[in-house]
């Protein structure tokens, strides 16, 4: 079936024009639809959704109208425009959240949202202010959804102490005799253990709230204004979870804050930034208002160090077990990623103190 023809299965309400690629996104593969209206063009956004790393596709999409649906209501009732400010799913012909094609190829449909930009990276640190307002109210706008009536898209996605089992078993294995050359990085994670199971048990025993988190709170994950720079809609809904806001707020920190590459080899050009982490704090937490509690506001330095230390041992595992999960473009790409994550967590250590009092500075508690 044609990509028209697959638009066609969806109430687009117009004349198909025309499919074309779009974007540049790295999981599902994405199209826009330019749809006649009554005699005006509209754009959509075609998704064809990769079933390998979202094998559950019903449970998925479930998760998103659902939330979209909610934080819609919550937007028109506050004197907004959901229709602009809330990524809205457009129905199959016959009333689902997505079309099966005959070769068992999953399929949905977003009202393009138009005039907005997604930026790749952190130019302006007001615009980096306005993504932490928009995560924040994002969560604040979920405060009151039932966060454990979703699905976990990703079985232990957040969950720090199965990561670092999974390191554990790579380090143990060392398949593929990498283990000794990387001692230090090794040495690095095993310091830093009693980290990893913090954050779950505090949900276990109801120490910090379950909540709806969006799980890829990067800056482009934010549709901004193209004319003014201020924050339109959180999008990429696909990792909506039940969790903690501390790993939303680590993610940004994490992907934000750093002066370098992910990858960079040169860890002289690494390093935590605090004056772009105060300008998010402050964005994230006037957007939250009083949605939080004491303890979650002072663990954001915790949860900044935690997804950091836990994306650094997710790549150092891939590393020690012979590069299976990320994809790589030279033998020791999962290293440079790993140190320059762990050269962050070194860098946060020295300045918690100072990220803690940011907090309790900007907090509304």
């Known amino acids: 079936m044609s990509h028209c023809g697959i638009v066609n299965k969806f109430k687009v309400g117009g004349e198909v024009l025309s499919v074309e690629p779009y974007g540049n996104g790295h999981i599902n593969t994405t199209y826009v639809a330019v749809v006649n209206i009554d005699g005006v063009n509209r754009r959509f956004i075609l998704q064809k959704i990769n079933t390998n790393v979202f094998p559950r596709v019903g449970e998925l999409m479930d998760n998103i109208s659902n939330v979209t649906s909610f934080?819609?209501?919550?937007?028109?009732?506050?004197?907004?425009?959901?229709?602009?400010?809330?990524?809205?799913?457009?129905?199959?012909?016959?009333?689902?959240?997505?079309?099966?094609?005959?070769n068992g190829d999953c399929y949905r449909i977003y009202v393009f949202i138009e005039e907005t930009v997604a930026l790749q990276i952190v130019e302006d640190p007001k615009v980096f202010e306005g993504a932490g307002r928009a995560f924040g109210g994002f969560v604040s706008m979920l405060n009151s959804y039932p966060a454990s009536s979703l699905y976990e898209a990703i079985y232990n996605f957040h969950n720090t102490a199965s990561r670092f089992q999974n390191f554990i078993n790579a380090s143990d294995a060392d398949k593929v005799k990498r283990a000794d050359s990387v001692q230090a990085e090794i040495d690095f994670v095993l310091r830093r253990s009693s980290m990893c199971d913090k954050v779950v048990t505090m949900l276990a025993d109801k120490e910090l709230p379950l909540r709806v988190t969006h799980n890829d709170t990067k800056l482009n994950n934010v549709l901004m204004d193209?004319?003014?720079?201020?924050?339109?809609?959180?999008?990429?809904?696909d990792t909506i979870m039940p969790g903690s806001l501390l790993y939303d707020f680590g993610d940004a920190i994490r992907s934000g804050c750093n002066t370098g590459l992910e990858d960079e080899p040169d860890l002289s050009k690494v390093s935590f930034d605090i004056n772009l982490y105060e300008f998010f704090t402050r964005g994230f937490l006037e957007g939250i208002g009083d949605n939080i509690t004491a303890i979650e506001r002072d663990m954001l330095s915790f949860g900044s160090m935690l997804m950091t230390f836990e994306c650094g041992m997710r790549f150092l595992t891939d590393y020690l077990d012979g590069d299976n999960y990320f994809k790589i473009h030279y033998p020791t790409h999962n290293l440079d990623r790993c140190r320059t994550q762990f050269k962050l967590v070194s860098d946060m250590e020295k300045v918690k103190d100072e990220m803690d009092s940011i907090a309790r500075r900007y907090c509304k508690l």
């Open 71 to 102: 934080m819609a209501k919550v937007v028109d009732s506050e004197g907004g425009n959901s229709a602009r400010e809330v990524m809205t799913v457009v129905p199959t012909i016959d009333g689902k959240t997505f079309f099966t094609d005959d």
């Open 226 to 237: 193209d004319k003014t720079g201020e924050p339109v809609c959180v999008i990429d809904l």
